[in-house]
């Protein structure tokens, strides 16, 4: 099943010591069903670049995909570390997921999905991320 849908993406970035950081995106899109596979799929522009993304979710497993100007990979599995990545101008850089939440509810006409994680690059902690996507049935 194949459905037109209108997306929002809020995350939040929370660092020690530093008021958190919030980006809201509002999006077309398209929600996917796949057998029991639920996809959401974007389209946005970051840096004059078209990126897309691809989230399969879930209330224990999970996946971020993104192609295009930004090419990212991050797997969620819930109280578990994994490995994704991330391509840079710098070249590809390994990250890591910790994540701590995940919530996914879904209706008839809309549907919610919540991630929390910790987010390392390279060994490296950079934050407390919350990706909270929402999305309600439209058109483009």
């Known amino acids: 099943m194949n459905q037109q849908v209108k997306v929002k993406l809020k995350t939040t970035i929370r660092q020690p010591n530093e ?13 996917i069903t796949k057998g029991e596979k639920v996809y959401l799929k974007y389209a946005e ?5 078209n990126v897309n993304t691809t989230v399969r979710m879930g209330e224990k497993e999970a996946l971020v995909m993104r192609s295009g100007g930004l090419n990212m990979r991050l797997p969620f ?6 490995n994704g990545s991330y391509e840079s101008e710098y070249g590809v850089l390994l990250v890591t997921t910790s994540t701590q939440s995940m919530t996914f509810e879904q209706n008839e006409n809309d549907g919610r999905f919540v991630v929390q994680y910790d987010l390392n690059v390279s060994g490296e902690p950079v934050g407390e991320y919350t990706l909270e996507f929402h999305y309600t049935e439209g058109s483009r």
Request: negative net charge.
């Open 45 to 49: 522009m970051q840096d004059d670049k």
């Open 19 to 31: 008021e958190p950081e919030v980006y809201e995106l509002w999006a077309p899109g398209s929600l």
């Open 77 to 82: 599995v819930l109280n578990a570390e994994q």
